[in-house]
């Protein structure tokens, strides 16, 4: 069964990674990038992550998971390379209210952690269902080429035009049909190009279109 994929606003939610290696920090990073207030435990860390401890952008507690260590957390990622220790913070976890990510045992997993590409607020993921992580890098590597820095750009300006055709555009209809026959082959040419003062204009005058409809 594919799963059903959700945006989580994490801002200053409380955030719990057991474990400190290479796979907690990878987690620990995509977890600050979206606002979460975020607490390793764990006896060692990598230099990054006891770098972001050094800095206080994360909370780390030095020493071995135990139980009782989850208390009001609202996910919950178990990345130690003990499998018995993944499992039994899980079960904690759960037990306790948070949603929860294990590593290494997929089928314990109430999410899964996407491959992502940002920019700005544009995210594109990718997952597989678990299936093979690598192909979704991947396919992340590809996307990335493929969809540039211009599109945080690109999309930070088309929310400013949104809100100003709501102003301008009196109804929900007139207003997707606008949305619909403006983000165009043309428009998009145009962002690729790096030319985004006339993609802006492009997309300005496809109102007149608009207006001429009965
Ligand atoms: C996408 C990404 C996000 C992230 O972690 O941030 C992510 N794994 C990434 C990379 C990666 N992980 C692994 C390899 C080695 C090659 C391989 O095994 O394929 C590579 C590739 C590499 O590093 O080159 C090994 C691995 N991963 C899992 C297991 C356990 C198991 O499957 O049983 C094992 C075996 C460990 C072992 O053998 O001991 C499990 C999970 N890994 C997931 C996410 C979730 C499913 C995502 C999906 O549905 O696709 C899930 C289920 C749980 C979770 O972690 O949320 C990140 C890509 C970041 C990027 O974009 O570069
Ligand atoms: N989901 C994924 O994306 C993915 C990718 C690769 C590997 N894995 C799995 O994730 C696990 C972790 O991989 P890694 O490369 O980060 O391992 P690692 O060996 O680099 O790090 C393990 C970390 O766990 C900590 N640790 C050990 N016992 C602990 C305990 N009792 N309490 C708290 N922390 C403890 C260690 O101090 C260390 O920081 C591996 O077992 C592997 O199976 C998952």
Request: aromatic fraction near 6%; include cysteine; charged fraction near 25%.
């Amino acid at each position: 069964m594919p799963y059903y994929p959700v945006n989580l606003n994490l801002a200053g939610r409380r955030c719990a990674v057991i474990g400190g290696g290479a796979v907690a920090a990878r987690k620990v990073l995509a977890l600050l990038a979206a606002g979460a207030a975020v607490t390793v435990v764990s006896p060692a860390v990598t230099a990054e992550l006891a770098a972001l401890a050094a800095a206080g952008q994360i909370t780390h507690i030095e020493r071995p998971y135990w139980p009782g260590a989850i208390e009001n957390f609202f996910i919950v990622i178990c990345a130690t390379d003990d499998p018995d220790v993944n499992r039994q913070a899980a079960e904690e976890g759960r037990a306790k209210g948070a949603l929860v990510n294990v590593a290494d045992a997929p089928e314990l997993c109430d999410f899964t952690v996407p491959s992502q590409i940002v920019r700005g607020d544009l995210v594109i993921t990718v997952s597989t269902g678990g299936k093979s992580p690598a192909l979704a890098r991947r396919l992340r590597q590809e996307l990335e080429a493929r969809y540039g820095p211009e599109y945080g750009l690109y999309l930070a300006m088309v929310g400013r035009l949104r809100d100003e055709m709501k102003e301008r555009l009196a109804t929900p209809r007139a207003r997707e049909c606008f949305w619909r026959r403006a983000l165009d082959d043309e428009a998009l040419a145009l962002v690729k190009a790096g030319k985004l003062h006339e993609a802006e204009e492009k997309i300005r005058d496809a109102i007149g279109g608009i207006r001429a409809e009965p």
